[in-house]
T-cell receptor, first 117, second 114 residues
Framework: AQKVTQAQTEISVVEKEDVTLDCVYE???????LFWYKQPPSGELVFLIR????DEQNEISGRYSWNFQKSTSSFNFTITASQVVDSAVYFC??????????????WGLGTSLAVNP | DTEVTQTPKHLVMGMTNKKSLKCEQH?????MYWYKQKAKKPPELMFV???????INESVPSRFSPECPNSSLLNLHLHALQPEDSALYLC?????????????FGPGTRLTVT
């Protein structure tokens, strides 16, 4: 069965700290896609990254980086030198290539990140 | 320009009212989605439109009625809602309907049913 687990419900850090948000997934499909979304208090879900199952290269975008490890079924997200504007709920999600009519994003429960000044 | 717009931002309605939520995207995307999100929960998929045709209905009660007038517009018609339908309603779009594509979300409509 497909599942996404974000074990950290809430994280609180002080500005400039590095923080890693964990995401572990389960799927039987060999082709799948992983996503991270950010939801600030305003409510809009902001797309951050998509990674397909054949691309295990880590990605860096400014202060954001992602570590995809198929061996541990994890797709972790690190924010370096966190800022107050990073305060948000972060969702990890999975979609399977062969889901057919059940195709939809499988969401984790989200991690609420509070960055304090 | 990755932008999805939604109106209204906030809506308060009684259980006997009829109202509509509107969503628009100008990214040339061919798939559009409605989600419902309760506080501190991930979004729940309600409907998917692909090329202006309804392709997925996640067993949503008939008091929610979607409509896709054209490839840029998506409406959600509301009638005889219940207080438990109070939530954030999010619209999203993607290039196509399929697992490959990331979805871009609008800012949502915060609905309160009294």
């Amino acid at each position: 069965a497909q599942k996404v687990t974000q074990a950290q419900t809430e994280i609180s850090v002080v500005e400039k700290e590095d923080v890693t948000l964990d995401c572990v997934y389960e799927t039987r499909d060999t082709t799948y896609y992983l996503f991270w979304y950010k939801q600030p208090p305003s409510g809009e879900l902001v797309f951050l990254i998509r990674r397909n199952s054949f691309d295990e290269q880590n990605e860096i975008s400014g202060r954001y980086s992602w570590n995809f490890q198929k061996s541990t079924s994890s797709f972790n997200f690190t924010i370096t030198a966190s800022q107050v504007v990073d305060s948000a709920v972060y969702f990890c999600a999975l979609s399977e290539h062969n889901a057919g009519n059940n195709r939809k994003l499988i969401w984790g429960l989200g991690t609420s990140l509070a960055v304090n000044p | 320009d990755t932008e999805v717009t939604q109106t209204p931002k906030h809506l308060v309605m009684g259980m006997t009212n009829k109202k509509s939520l509107k969503c628009e995207q100008h990214m040339g995307h061919r798939a559009m989605y409605w989600y419902k999100q309760k506080a501190k929960k991930p979004p729940e998929l309600m409907f998917v439109y692909s090329y202006e045709k309804l392709s997925i209905n996640e067993s949503v009660p008939s008091r929610f009625s979607p409509e896709c007038p054209n490839s840029s517009l998506l409406n959600l018609h509301l009638h005889a809602l219940q207080p438990e339908d109070s939530a954030l309603y999010l619209c999203a779009s993607s290039q196509e309907d399929g697992s490959t594509y990331e979805q871009y979300f609008g800012p949502g409509t915060r609905l309160t049913v009294t």
